[in-house]
């Protein structure tokens, strides 16, 4: 991709590729949140429990695609590869930014 990604997007890619779970978490507000798999991840906590869970059982890597940016929102779609069927997988990630972080992040396909 070209396109610079703006700081938080970058830098959760960076960790998520790196399997760096502090690094992941850090990319994250205290009141941030992750859908994902259906499910909702509420705070610092279970942003790292699911950060550690999925990374276990995928152990993914992000190629990104193409930006699209509106105000405080970013979707990124982005080539998933890893241990999951259909690997690899285009994905969405979309962002909702505050203050240099991600306070939501969903990710849909």
Known sequence: ?????????????????????????????????????????????QIWVWATETTARYDITMSPLSLTTDADRAALVSTVSGNFPGSPLDLTFNFTLEAGHVRILEITQ
Do not use: W
Request: charged content about 15%; hydrophobic content about 35%; aromatic content about 8%.
């Open 1 to 45: 991709m070209q396109t610079p990604l703006p700081t938080p997007l970058d830098r959760y890619v960076a960790a998520q590729n790196a399997h760096d779970i502090p690094g992941l978490v850090a990319c994250f507000s205290p009141d941030g949140h992750v859908y994902d798999e259906g499910k909702l991840h509420f705070g610092p906590g």
